[in-house]
């Protein structure tokens, strides 16, 4: 079941270097929604998305580096 937490890790890098690279590029951007669609959590602001892929990225390397230390015990 290593699939899942890599694939959290690796989406929530993927995200996490989209809000940097539109920090960096378009640093007025940073205050706007996320996205164009008005519905929670779409709704959220840039940075805030940011900070919660960045986390969500540890998470999953941490459940990752788990599984992988558990499947080779």
Known sequence: MRAVPLTVFVFGLLVWGYVVLF??????WV??????IGIFPLDWRLDDVGMVAFAVAAAGFLMWRIEVNRESS
């Open 23 to 28: 920090q960096v590029v378009y640093p007025d």
């Open 31 to 36: 205050s706007l929604p996320f996205s164009h």
